[in-house]
């Protein structure tokens, strides 16, 4: 019994290193877009993810796939507006966005609903010239989620 109690304490650092590194391995560019992160470049939008979606391993990939923040005063990003594309024969199986579309869009007036055949859910984040930058896929968001992330990430009084 004596043994398991020492073995204990030197197992929990050992274990910590083991995660650590397992999410400091980077994925490939393909292997991030397959995993719906195709545009969420910063690190630190992994951590507000974080605070959103409580599934960790998704959390894990976000932060496989994204870039290190830089200290200058660019590395919050604010987009001009944005684009919701979603399939819609397939919005049936998305209630909260249904929701948001329908009663929370109106708040977003930079934010426009594109309806694409087979398309998954995803925002399309717009710079001021109204060029796609970001592509973020948002099949198991909320819509609190989508709310908070529009309302950090887009400009409110842009237009497209």
Not at 6 to 33: D, H, N, R, V
Not at 64 to 89: F, H, N, P, Q, W
Request: glycine residues 4%; proline residues 4%.
């Amino acid at each position: 019994m004596a043994s398991f109690k020492l073995g204990l304490p030197l197992l929990i650092p050992l274990l910590l290193i083991i995660c650590l590194c397992e999410a400091e391995q980077k994925l490939s560019t393909k292997e991030c877009e397959k995993l719906g992160f195709t545009g969420l470049a910063l690190c630190s939008d992994c951590h507000t993810f974080a605070e959103y979606i409580k599934d960790q391993d998704l959390v894990a990939e976000c932060l496989k796939c994204c870039a290190e923040d830089s200290d200058d005063a660019t590395s919050k990003v604010i987009y001009s507006g944005a684009i919701l594309e979603v399939c819609m024969r397939k919005l049936v199986f998305y209630p909260e966005l249904v929701g948001f579309i329908e009663e929370e869009k109106d708040k977003f007036p930079s934010v426009r609903v594109q309806y694409a055949y087979n398309s998954p859910p995803m925002l399309i984040m717009l710079d001021d010239e109204g060029q796609h930058k970001e592509t973020i896929r948002v099949d198991n968001w909320k819509r609190e989620h989508i709310l908070q992330f529009l309302k950090e990430k887009v400009k409110p009084s842009s237009e497209i």
